[in-house]
């Protein structure tokens, strides 16, 4: 997965690399296609802003923008909001399907 980091008017230092890696990984608990993971830190009047674009094969992009005055805070935050909608997108797609080669052998038994 491709995961670009931008920043407008704060500096990006390894901390925060690290903790945006970390929720990275928790995205990918869901098993859902993500090609790309835009990840966008700014300084806003009032504190910081962190928005997460989440592009996911054949399935609209999930669009997650947090504001806090701490830029941990925030990240927390928005994963937090990301996971939910993640989570959501992910029991929607399992449930439409129907049930499984396996179970239907199951049953006939």
């Known amino acids: 997965m491709n995961t670009p980091i931008r920043t407008k008017d704060l ?11 970390k929720a990275k990984a928790q995205f990918l608990k869901f098993g859902l296609d993500i ?4 990840v966008l830190l700014s300084k806003v009047k009032n504190g910081v802003e962190v928005e997460f674009d989440i592009h996911i094969a054949h399935n609209a992009p999930v669009v997650i923008s947090q504001q806090d005055a701490d830029l941990d805070a925030a ?9 939910k909608a993640l989570r959501r997108l992910h029991d929607k797609i399992k449930s439409h399907r129907g049930p499984g080669l396996k179970d239907l052998e199951v049953q006939e038994a």
């Open 11 to 21: 500096t990006l230092t390894d901390k925060t690399k690290e903790h945006i890696q």
């Open 75 to 83: 990240i927390d935050l928005a994963v937090e909001r990301a996971n």
């Open 35 to 38: 090609t790309t993971m835009n």
